[in-house]
């Protein structure tokens, strides 16, 4: 587990802090602020490295007056197999969970931005691989899902609130990132019903 005040790797290594991060608290405890300019970390780490299955769960409360397309957690291995998960925002301030997945000339998109979320407030966003199916969920509830071939990861890195290339900034908080070695089962996700 990631939490705002102490995005390190395992084994201790720090992130790089991109522009100003705000760390905040609140009765939940910390959480990191990304003006969605020039506010990112980067962590010299792949967290998923080696895992044939995995769910990611990130707490975020992305801001309704964010850009249209915003990256807020990229994993990237050295042969360039990846994990993304981003908010597509529309104009009126609601949001949509993208995640995709690249390994190879293999790869899935999960996005349908008909499924809007409230912007303005805290939802677990996750994604979930058993090794063979890709599903995204927000608040516990699957939204998508799809077949797709994606190796256990090498080493590699993360960013928070940013691609790893530094575009496409995240507007909003993040308060903490989970990565589990396995393919949760629907009622173990958090925020499910």
Known sequence: MWRADDFSAPGG??????GDPKILRDAGGAYAVFAGKSDGYIIPANPLAGWAQFTVEVLLDPDPAGPQA?????IEDSSGNRLTMETRVTPAGQWALDTFLLAGKSSRALLDQKRLHAAGRWHWAALRY????????VDGQKELDGL????PMGPGRTSIGVRLNRVYWYKGAIREIIF?????ADGSLHGAP
């Not at 290594?13 to 991109?18: E, P």
């Not at 058993?130 to 969920?137: A, L, V």
């Not at 797709?148 to 190796?151: Q, R, S």
Request: hydrophobic share 55%; charged share 20%; aromatic share 10%.
């Open 148 to 151: 797709v071939e994606f190796a």
């Open 130 to 137: 058993d090794g063979r199916r890709m599903e995204s969920f």
């Open 13 to 18: 290594a720090a992130a790089a802090v991109l």
């Open 70 to 74: 915003q990256r807020f957690l990229h």
């Open 180 to 184: 589990h070695p396995t393919a949760l």
